[in-house]
C-alpha cells in the first residue's frame, strides 16, 4: 500500500502527520511522494479558523475526486477539525472512508487492517517519525501538548485538551533521533513553550533546562523556539539564549492585540504596557533578535479606538513580523457567545491596513539589516545561486535570503570546491531588500556542528496518551 498524507495547518500537525505515516511504514506502507499514487490519502486537518477549515476541506474534496476517479482506494480524515466535527463532516463527505478525531488515534492502524490496506505488524515504539517534507535538515520537536490558557477566542483546548508536558528524557531522545535524520535546525513548538515543565510538579523542570538539556545532548547546531507567551520570557530564558549559540536569537510571541480592552475580553494575559516592556527587554538582552507575532482584527467590540490602539503598539514597538488575521467564532469557546458586531467588510478593511502597516515595518527591520553579516542556514543550493535563512528566518513563515554563486567560499574567494549542500551553514553578507526577502553573498563556510557529546541515558518510552493515541 502506498500512503500519502496532507498536513494542514500547524507544525504541530506536521509531527503528529510524521508519527501516523511511520507507524504505518512500519506495517509495510510505503510513503508516495506524488499524492496521485497513492492507494490510501491521509488529510490531517486543521480547525483553528474558518480559512484552516475551508482549506482541510478542500483538500477532503480534492482528495475524494481522485479516488472517484480511480488515483486512489481510500481517504482518511483525521486531526482537530475531525475532533470537532466529525458527525457533520461524515454527512456532508460520504467519500471518505474513515474520519478519526485527534484522540481516536489509535484506531488508525486497526481500521485499515480490517480494510486490508495494511498488515497487523508488531508496533513499533512511537518515537519513531517518517520525514514527509522536502527539506530533511528542518524539523520540528513537540514538547507538550494541549493548553491551559482559555483564551476566549480559541478552540485548541476543545481538541487538543489541557496542557501537558512530556519528560525531558523522551524530548531529548526523540531530538537525538532527529538528529541521527540528518536534523540541522529543530524547532520547538507547543501551545505556549513557556509552560513547559509547569505541570511536572516538583521536576524543577522549565524550558531553559529543556533547551539547555539539548543543547548538551545533542550536536544539533540550531535550535529555534515558536510560540512563546510573553509572561514566559523570564530573565533567566532571555540570558540563555543571548549566551548559547545554539539557540537561534528568535521570539514568536503572540500578542494578539494593542487594545487593553480587547485583550481582556479576549481573556490575554498581556496587556498594552506589559507588550512594549517585554519587548524592550528581548531587544535589550539579546543581540540581533528577531520577534514575530500574531495579531486578530474584529474581535467582537473592537472599535476604530481599540484598532488604532493596535496600530500604534505596532508602529511603536516595530516587531520584524506579524501574521495577521480575521476574527471568526468558533463553536464552544467564549467568544462564540460574544455577539459578533464587527461587520465582515469592517474586518477585512482592518486586516488590509494592519498588513499595509506592518509591511512598510518590516521593510525598514529588513532595510536596517542590508551591510550586516549574519549565519544563515543553506535550504536550497544550486550552481547559480543558494537559498538561505537567516537567523532572523524561521521555516516558511519569515522568507529567505538568495546568494548568489553555489559554489564553496573561502574568505569571499570562491574556489573550486563542490556546491553548497542543503543544511550547510554559511556567513552572509545582506546586500539588499526584495520585498519580504532579504539578497546577499555568501563570505565564509562554517565548519560541521561541534562534536557530539555522550548522550545520557533515557529511561522512559516516549509518552503515549492515556486514551491510546499518540497525546504528542
Known amino acids: 500500500m502506498k500512503v500519502s498524507i496532507l498536513t494542514m495547518g500547524c507544525d504541530k500537525n506536521t509531527v503528529d502527520s510524521e508519527r501516523y505515516l511511520a507507524e504505518l511504514v512500519d506495517r509495510g506502507a510505503e510513503a508516495a511522494t506524488r499524492?496521485?499514487?497513492?492507494?490510501?490519502?491521509?488529510?490531517?486537518?486543521?480547525?483553528?479558523?474558518?480559512?484552516?477549515?475551508?482549506?482541510?476541506?478542500?483538500?477532503?474534496?480534492?482528495?475524494?475526486?481522485?479516488?472517484?476517479?480511480?488515483?486512489a482506494r481510500a481517504v482518511v480524515a483525521v486531526g482537530c477539525?475531525?475532533?470537532?466535527?466529525?458527525?457533520?463532516?461524515?454527512?456532508?463527505?460520504?467519500?471518505?472512508?474513515?474520519?478519526?478525531?485527534?484522540?481516536?488515534?489509535?484506531?488508525?492502524?486497526?481500521?485499515?487492517?480490517?480494510?486490508?490496506?495494511?498488515?497487523?505488524?508488531?508496533?513499533?515504539?512511537p518515537g519513531v517519525r517518517v520525514f514527509a517534507g522536502d527539506l530533511p535538515h528542518v524539523r520540528y520537536l513537540k514538547v507538550s501538548e494541549g493548553c491551559d490558557h482559555g483564551c476566549a477566542f480559541c478552540a485548541i483546548p476543545l481538541m487538543r485538551g489541557r496542557h501537558r508536558s512530556f519528560s525531558k528524557d523522551d524530548i531529548i531522545r526523540?531530538?537525538?533521533?532527529?538528529?541521527?535524520?540528518?536534523?540541522?535546525?529543530?524547532?520547538?513548538?507547543?501551545?505556549?513553550?513557556?509552560?513547559?515543565g509547569r505541570d511536572l510538579r516538583g521536576s524543577g523542570e522549565a524550558l531553559q533546562t529543556l533547551l539547555g538539556a539539548l543543547v548538551q545532548e545533542t550536536s544539533i547546531p540550531w535550535f529555534r523556539m515558536l510560540y512563546i507567551y510573553s509572561a514566559g520570557i523570564t530573565p533567566r530564558l532571555l540570558e540563555?539564549?543571548?549566551?548559547?549559540?545554539r539557540v537561534v536569537p528568535y521570539f514568536d510571541m503572540p500578542m494578539q492585540h494593542g487594545s487593553d480592552a480587547v485583550l481582556k475580553r479576549m481573556r490575554r494575559p498581556e496587556r498594552n504596557a506589559s507588550i512594549r516592556e517585554k519587548v524592550a527587554r528581548i531587544r535589550e538582552v539579546v543581540p540581533d533578535v528577531a520577534i514575530r507575532t500574531t495579531?486578530?482584527?474584529?474581535?467582537?467590540?473592537?472599535?476604530?479606538?481599540?484598532?488604532?490602539?493596535?496600530?500604534?503598539?505596532?508602529?511603536?514597538?516595530?516587531?520584524?513580523?506579524?501574521?495577521?488575521?480575521?476574527?471568526?467564532?468558533?463553536?464552544?469557546?467564549?467568544?462564540a457567545e460574544m455577539r459578533d458586531d464587527v461587520p465582515p467588510s469592517l474586518k477585512q478593511e482592518r486586516?488590509?491596513?494592519?498588513?499595509?502597516?506592518?509591511?512598510?515595518?518590516?521593510?525598514?527591520?529588513?532595510?536596517?539589516?542590508?551591510?550586516?553579516?549574519?549565519?544563515?542556514?543553506?535550504?536550497?543550493?544550486?550552481?547559480?545561486?543558494?537559498?538561505?535563512?537567516?537567523?532572523?528566518?524561521?521555516?516558511?513563515?519569515?522568507?529567505?535570503?538568495?546568494?548568489?554563486?553555489?559554489?564553496?567560499?573561502?574568505?569571499?574567494?570562491?574556489?573550486?570546491?563542490?556546491?553548497?549542500?542543503?543544511?550547510?551553514?554559511?556567513?552572509?553578507?545582506?546586500?539588499?531588500v526584495d520585498d519580504i526577502d532579504l539578497k546577499g553573498t555568501v563570505t565564509r563556510w562554517i565548519d560541521d556542528a561541534p562534536?557530539?557529546?555522550?548522550?545520557?541515558?533515557?529511561r522512559h518510552p516516549l509518552p503515549v496518551a492515556s486514551n491510546g493515541s499518540w497525546g504528542r
Not at 540563555?240 to 549559540?245: D, G, Y
Not at 562534536?451 to 533515557?458: E, F, G, L, Q, W
Open 35 to 71: 499524492v496521485e499514487d497513492a492507494d490510501v490519502i491521509l488529510i490531517n486537518t486543521c480547525g483553528f479558523i474558518d480559512a484552516a477549515r475551508k482549506e482541510s476541506i478542500d483538500a477532503i474534496v480534492e482528495a475524494g475526486r481522485l479516488k472517484k476517479q480511480g488515483g
Open 81 to 125: 477539525m475531525v475532533e470537532r466535527h466529525k458527525g457533520e463532516l461524515e454527512a456532508a463527505l460520504p467519500e471518505v472512508d474513515l474520519f478519526l478525531g485527534s484522540s481516536e488515534m489509535d484506531r488508525l492502524v486497526p481500521e485499515l487492517v480490517d480494510r486490508g490496506f495494511i498488515d497487523d505488524a508488531p508496533v513499533a515504539h
Open 174 to 196: 526523540e531530538a537525538q533521533l532527529l538528529e541521527a535524520q540528518g536534523a540541522r535546525e529543530v524547532n520547538l513548538v507547543a501551545q505556549d513553550l513557556a509552560h513547559y
Open 240 to 245: 540563555f539564549v543571548a549566551t548559547e549559540k
Open 295 to 335: 495579531c486578530i482584527v474584529g474581535f467582537p467590540g473592537e472599535t476604530d479606538d481599540d484598532f488604532r490602539a493596535l496600530l500604534e503598539l505596532l508602529e511603536d514597538v516595530q516587531i520584524d513580523r506579524v501574521g495577521a488575521f480575521t476574527y471568526s467564532a468558533q463553536e464552544g469557546t467564549a467568544a
Open 351 to 432: 486586516l488590509d491596513r494592519l498588513n499595509e502597516v506592518q509591511g512598510l515595518i518590516t521593510q525598514e527591520r529588513l532595510e536596517s539589516r542590508v551591510g550586516s553579516t549574519v549565519r544563515a542556514i543553506v535550504d536550497r543550493a544550486g550552481p547559480d545561486g543558494v537559498e538561505l535563512r537567516t537567523i532572523w528566518q524561521a521555516h516558511e513563515i519569515d522568507g529567505v535570503t538568495r546568494a548568489e554563486g553555489g559554489r564553496r567560499m573561502t574568505d569571499g574567494t570562491r574556489t573550486t570546491e563542490p556546491a553548497l549542500a542543503a543544511g550547510a551553514f554559511v556567513d552572509v553578507r545582506v546586500d539588499d
Open 451 to 458: 562534536p557530539r557529546r555522550a548522550p545520557s541515558a533515557v
